[in-house]
């Protein structure tokens, strides 16, 4: 149950902290940082840009939630293992799926890396899941 324990712990840090990297590029960094982003001709678009980010902020809420609600979860693993399956379930949905979505849209092939990511979160969340449940 520690290991569940620390991944809540590990997994809410890392989503706070990209909360706070994403609230700072968006309120600091401007819309054309997120232009940046898009796949052309939309990136010489800044209304494309500013409505990217305008969406943008909601997935950057919603992460944070995700990351103060693990660290509450944190304190009582097993009495809270519905929040891994939450996060699990976000990490497949909006985050691998919709990163193959936008690579296949032309976004770029960065987000390989990003789907990565989301499968690590995914797959130690229900290993440490099953191997709490099991002690």
Known sequence: MNKLKWWFR?????YLLLTLMNLYGLFFGGS????????????ADPLAGQAFADAWLVFVFEMGVLGIMALVA????L???????????AEL??????DAIW????????????IVIHLI???TGVYF????QSE
């Open 121 to 123: 979160v995914i797959l």
């Open 93 to 98: 949905f909006r985050g691998i799926v919709a």
């Open 79 to 89: 009495q809270n293992k519905i929040m891994v399956w939450v996060i699990v379930l």
């Open 103 to 114: 690579i296949a849209r032309g976004f770029s092939a960065s987000y390989y890396a990003f």
């Open 74 to 77: 944190a304190q009582a693993p």
């Open 10 to 14: 590990i997994v809410g840090v890392f």
């Open 32 to 43: 054309q940082m997120f232009a940046d982003i898009l796949p052309a001709p939309m990136n």
């Open 129 to 132: 899941l099953r191997k709490a």
